[in-house]
């Protein structure tokens, strides 16, 4: 059930309009950008290299997709940025006319690249491509963002283990916030929204800080980074109550980065999260694993190679629809290139339905029945016959 009295935040490119819940902190909205409205909460599929691997955006568009995710480090590298511009910009490189939101490579500079070194004007690092020598600055970040075309740019942060020594993560927290005002400083694109990100570990004080420092500033939305990196599922229940706290009812789009597990998103959601990314559905997908109303199944397993039965029978995806689990079984263990596109294809058609369902269950206030049905459905093993898990 919704309250009436929505709240609007309009800022220069994007729009968002939501309305409070009887779950929690959970909203339900709209956010209006340059290439179309998306609902939230909403999963954003990730297109890193300007592909989600193994889907065409005719796919991504039957599945559901309403916004997809572009990561700045990776085009930057290759092909480069210049060169999408070149081209047209990120949307008509890629032939994908919906949303685009792009990362600002923040994670991939502390997680991939080699030999960084931090300083307060930015990071130098050696490409994981070829080891050539690179700059990002908050600046340059945001050049970037400028020539690929998102509709949606991120503020460039420093990311480091939350588990660390806390002087590190207060440190890097202080720069977040020193970069967030230079990015803010350099926006060069009134059709290109900016998001702050939080930072400050699974430190109370620090988020609670972060929180403040960065809903200070004039972003059209707040990011909260550095969660869903190997934390205990506790810290990050906390840490998101701590910044929904801080938020308190603060209009603009809240986003959690890198999260992408069904789980997670009943979490997040009741915390006030809208818009989440991650890998995930589609990392796990190529290794054979499907997410189902049966459970999780693992294609590669000898058990499916008989199985004429449908992946999800209560799925209506063109690998439902079409293709037996002994078709993809006999596709993976072939190494055959369609197992990657129909396993994919089927997990973010869950992931996506799985947002659509939670968008129903704040409509109808049943988000807690939901979480259960979930829950069981995402926790059992499927085809080792486990009592309790049919039907959806
Ligand atoms: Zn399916």
Redesign the pocket.
């Known amino acids: 059930m919704t309250e009436a009295n929505p709240s609007v935040h309009a800022g220069g490119a994007v729009r968002f309009t939501c309305t409070t819940t009887s779950t929690g902190r959970a909203r339900l909205g709209r956010l209006e950008t340059p290439h179309g409205v998306i609902d939230t909460p909403q999963f954003m599929p990730v297109g890193t290299q300007a592909t989600v691997k193994s889907l065409s955006p005719g796919d991504l568009r039957v599945a559901g997709t309403q916004i997809i995710l572009g990561n700045t480090y990776h085009l930057a590298l290759r092909p480069g940025h210049e060169r999408i511009a070149r081209l047209g910009g990120l949307h008509r490189f890629m032939g994908w006319d919906g949303p685009i939101l792009t990362d600002s490579g923040g994670f991939q500079v502390f997680s991939l690249a080699h030999l960084r070194t931090v300083d307060d004007d930015g990071v130098t690092f050696a490409s994981h491509l070829d080891g050539s020598p690179l700059r990002f600055t908050p600046e340059r970040v945001m050049e970037i963002q400028a020539a690929l075309g998102s509709d949606i740019a991120m503020a460039f942060d420093q990311l480091v283990d939350p588990a660390g020594p806390s002087a590190a993560v207060e440190a890097a927290m202080e720069r977040t916030h020193a970069w967030a005002e230079r990015c803010l400083a350099s926006r060069t694109r009134s059709d290109q929204a900016l998001f702050g990100i939080v930072q400050g570990g699974t430190d109370d004080k620090l988020r609670r800080r972060s929180t403040a420092a960065i809903a200070a500033l004039p972003f059209d939305g707040i990011a909260i980074g550095g969660l869903s990196v190997g934390e205990p599922k506790a810290d990050m229940a906390r840490t998101l109550e701590v910044v929904g706290d801080a938020l308190a009812d603060d209009p603009r789009v809240r986003y959690l980065m890198g999260v992408g597990s069904p789980l997670d998103f009943f979490t997040a959601v009741e915390r006030g999260v809208d818009l989440f990314d991650c890998v995930l559905p589609t990392r796990v997908a190529r290794n054979g694993q ?1 997410w ?1 109303s049966r459970g999780r199944l693992n294609l590669r397993n000898a058990r499916f190679l008989d199985d004429a039965g ?3 029978p209560a ?7 079409t293709h037996s689990r002994a078709y993809l079984a006999h596709l993976f263990r072939a190494d055959e290139l369609l197992a990657y596109r129909l396993a994919s ?2 997990n973010v ?2 992931t996506l339905d799985v947002m659509r369902r939670i968008r129903q269950a704040l409509r109808d206030g049943t988000f807690a029945s939901l979480r259960d049905v979930v829950a069981r459905q995402y926790e059992a093993v499927g085809g080792t016959d486990k009592p309790g898990v049919t039907g959806r």
Do not use: I
């Open positions: 499907v189902t449908p992946v999800d799925c209506s995806c063109e690998t439902c629809s294809l089927h058609t869950y």
